[in-house]
């Protein structure tokens, strides 16, 4: 999902660039807070764990193999604000040592999938979980939260694209969120699969969550503004029922887009290809047919993963 | 009398899941003297050696059981401590964390507030010391295990301590590897204290040694009188070594 | 998937080599924005840009054959997205686009690691403020990168000498497995490290 140079204009990179320094930002602030001194090597050797666990290739059918991203494991286990910093660095080392992803394109990615990624997903995490500590529960909560979190990044990624005019909002979306609903299920697999081996050998390591779910009303304001801040920013116009919805939010904030002007060639509002527009729709309610769907499997995948209780 | 370098006095440790790991450790170390602290798996070497420069415990309060050149270990001492006592990892790639090697040589000076030059030149004097002149650029994961020990001890040296205290310095070295180690650490002045496995080298570098086992100090004395008794060795895990088996030096 | 890394020949020399780091870093990053700002009227830059980095290119002395591998490894997925921006008006032209602009800037940034030893860029990072948590987290991660990944392929090697079975479920449970082992041992090395940071007088 890395978005490489050239794939979006000036403007979304600016923006996305902007909203995930300020992002960014909050989240360190926030692990200078609550880190002690002692931690802070952690947060490098599981920045190192986290791209080598990137490269393990979980093998799928016909010789392909699929891989796990890591940023709700990385927020189960270091905390979201932590998990932020953890994964900023591995797409940093990413966009210079691989060219993976492009330099202009970091503040996207490290939206999608350093602020986005961790944050919603732990999110949703602690919803499912609730107040529980059972085992089955919590694996549940990381399935669904690793899927979700999966999912959200990539519909972000598709905003950005269709914001920048690369890519129309009616192909990307259901291009991105349809692919990683499956990618998804392997991150959720995957995740839950890893979070399950720390605990059983390591559970000390993965104890308790309490810690990290200390009320920090400073960073979830920052993080709960910018997040849906920059949703609406790059989403919204998208969902939003016109079709010309891009074109409309853009001349009422007076964006010149003038890089963007030669590449719309021909601009009618109500242009679409058929198929597309029932895209959109279809990969809408497959996106929330998913959602139980997805929830319905890591119940399963919980269940299956926890040692059955011994009958005395 | 003269005071010692290190002067350990019932040291006791408990580790944090409630096993006890040390029950009461004493022994002394002249300044200048090398001794090597011997003694099976898990008899507590590595966990006295953390007490030397206030890594253990995790809270110094109350009296310190160590004692610096008289001072005892204490929250406001610890600085100075590291300074004067300089710790030999077992693993040097934990002790090798920065990215290149000037840096991490660089590490412990640039603590001290040298200017700039000061610390270059203690570098590239620590790096000529253990031989390893020109690698200031090289990359830690480029460097074979000899290497990667030697510029870990650089990095203490650049330091100037007083004591140096090695945890297992020759383990997975080659040969070779060992051999230059052992060289170096003959040619460095200071007070020495090994623990090792390595009972040739033991009985090549260390005048005197101190037997542990489960936590205690089982026997201390010369080198070659106690390694030389079989009986003792074997009772502790450990055995005669060679290099004293025969009656003639090789 | 990603075991050669780019600044392979970092430490090599030319005139290249020779410039300032912050000198090269300045230079990709301003080719990537001139690339990125330029409307596609003004193909005569794309044209510039390309000569110019086969130049500096050849002035650095790395081999072609390791260019022209990196160069043309766009991911799949870049491309299956690039294909994607067929499907609008004026959808070539908007294909064709995204391909060279990122290209040069691939090209760019290529040049930029293979004459760069990253320290050199964490030391411009340093220099620029960048929050000290983020670069010590980079420094750790560049460094032991390597090592978790020997680790992990250690670890993967001695679970297949004692595999039999070769149902794919066992092979995830092995590898999850591996992982859940390889992030315990981070988390040890990581107080280690701590301990041997502060052995060394770190505050």
């Keep these: 999902m890395h978005i490489p140079d050239g794939f979006i204009d000036a403007r979304t990179a600016v923006t996305a660039a902007v909203i995930s320094a300020a992002g960014l930002a909050a989240a360190l602030r926030r692990v200078r807070l609550t880190f002690p001194a002692h931690r802070v090597p952690l947060l490098g050797l599981t920045a190192a764990f986290v791209f080598a666990a990137q490269m393990l290739n979980f093998p799928v059918a016909g010789g392909t193999s699929g891989h796990m991203i890591g940023a709700v494991l990385a927020a189960v286990l270091v905390g979201p604000s932590a998990a932020a910093v953890v994964i900023t660095a591995v797409l940093i080392i990413q966009c210079f040592l691989f060219a993976d992803g492009g330099i202009s394109a970091l503040g996207a990615n490290i939206f999608n999938m350093g602020l986005v990624a961790p944050f919603a997903g732990y999110v949703i995490y602690r919803a499912v979980l609730g107040r529980s500590s059972d085992l089955r529960r919590r694996l549940l909560a990381i399935a669904f939260a690793a899927w979700c979190s999966t999912v959200l990044a990539a519909i972000c990624c598709a905003g950005e694209l269709a914001f920048a005019g690369t890519v129309p909002w009616r192909a990307a979306f259901p291009a991105m969120a349809g692919v990683h609903m499956l990618i998804g299920a392997g991150e959720a697999v995957i995740t839950a699969l890893v979070f399950s081996a720390i605990q059983r050998t390591r559970p000390d390591l993965v104890a308790s969550d309490r810690a990290t779910a200390e009320p920090a009303y400073g960073t979830a304001l920052a993080l709960g503004l910018l997040i849906p801040a920059g949703l609406v920013l790059f989403v919204a116009p998208f969902a939003c029922p016109w079709p010309d919805g891009l074109e409309r939010v853009a001349s009422r904030l007076g964006f010149a887009h003038k890089a963007a002007q030669p590449l719309l060639a021909s601009p009618m509002p109500g242009y679409t290809f058929p198929i597309l527009k029932s895209a959109v729709a279809a990969t809408a309610v497959a996106g929330l047919v998913g959602t139980f769907v997805a929830f319905a499997l890591a119940f399963v995948l919980a269940r299956v993963l926890t040692p059955k209780p011994r009958n005395t | 009398m003269k005071m010692n370098a290190i002067e350990i006095t019932d040291l006791r440790y408990r580790y944090p899941d409630g096993k006890d790991a040390l029950a009461g450790v004493s022994f002394g170390v002249a300044g200048g003297e090398c001794i090597g602290l011997i003694g099976p798996n898990g008899a507590g070497k590595s966990t006295v050696l953390l007490h030397l420069n206030g890594i253990l415990p995790e809270k110094l309060d109350g009296d310190s059981a160590v004692r610096v050149f008289g001072d005892p270990l204490t929250a406001v001492s610890i600085s100075n401590v590291r300074k004067t006592v300089g710790l030999l990892f077992q693993d040097p790639d934990d002790q090798l964390f920065c990215p290149t090697v000037f840096e991490d040589v660089a590490f412990g000076p640039r603590q001290f507030g040298l200017t700039d030059s000061e610390v270059g030149g203690r570098v590239g004097d620590s790096l000529a010391k253990v031989g390893l002149a020109g690698f200031e650029n090289r990359q830690p994961h480029h460097l074979s295990q000899g290497e990667k020990r030697l510029v870990c001890l650089a990095g203490i040296l650049a330091c100037e301590p007083e004591v140096l205290v090695l945890d297992e310095p020759t383990s997975d070295l080659d040969p070779r590897a060992r051999r230059e180690l052992k060289a170096l650490l003959q040619n460095i002045p200071a007070t020495k204290i090994i623990a090792t496995h390595d009972l040739e080298m033991v009985v090549e570098l260390c005048s005197r040694v101190v037997v542990l086992d489960q936590g205690r100090v089982v026997a201390e004395g010369p080198t070659r009188e106690l390694l030389s008794n079989e009986t003792l060795m074997l009772e502790h895990g450990l055995e005669k070594p060679h290099i004293l088996r025969h009656s003639h030096p090789h | 998937m990603h075991h050669d890394f780019l600044d392979k020949f970092s430490r090599h020399d030319s005139p290249i080599h020779r410039l300032s780091a912050p000198a090269k870093l300045t230079s990709a990053v301003l080719m990537v924005i001139l690339t990125v700002l330029c409307p596609w009227s003004r193909y005569g830059f794309f044209i510039a840009a390309a000569l110019l980095l086969m130049a500096v290119a050849a002035l650095t002395r790395i081999p072609a054959a390791f260019l022209a591998k990196k160069l043309l490894l766009l991911e799949p997925i870049a491309l299956g997205v690039a294909a994607l921006s067929l499907l609008q008006p004026g959808g070539l032209h908007i294909f064709l686009f995204i391909l060279i602009k990122s290209t040069i800037c691939l090209f760019s940034m290529i040049l930029l690691s293979g004459t760069t030893p990253f320290a050199d860029i964490l030391a411009v990072l340093k220099r620029v403020r960048v929050p000290a948590i983020l670069v010590t987290t ?43 082992q390889l992030f315990a041992r981070s988390s040890e090395r990581a107080e280690r490290i701590y301990a041997a940071m502060c052995a060394r007088g770190w505050k």
């Design chain 3, 138 to 180: 980079l420094a750790l991660l560049y460094r032991y990168l390597f090592v978790l990944i020997d680790e992990a392929e250690r670890m993967q090697r001695a679970r297949e000498c004692r595999s039999f079975d070769a149902k794919p479920t066992n092979a995830w449970r092995n590898l999850a497995a591996v992982a859940g």
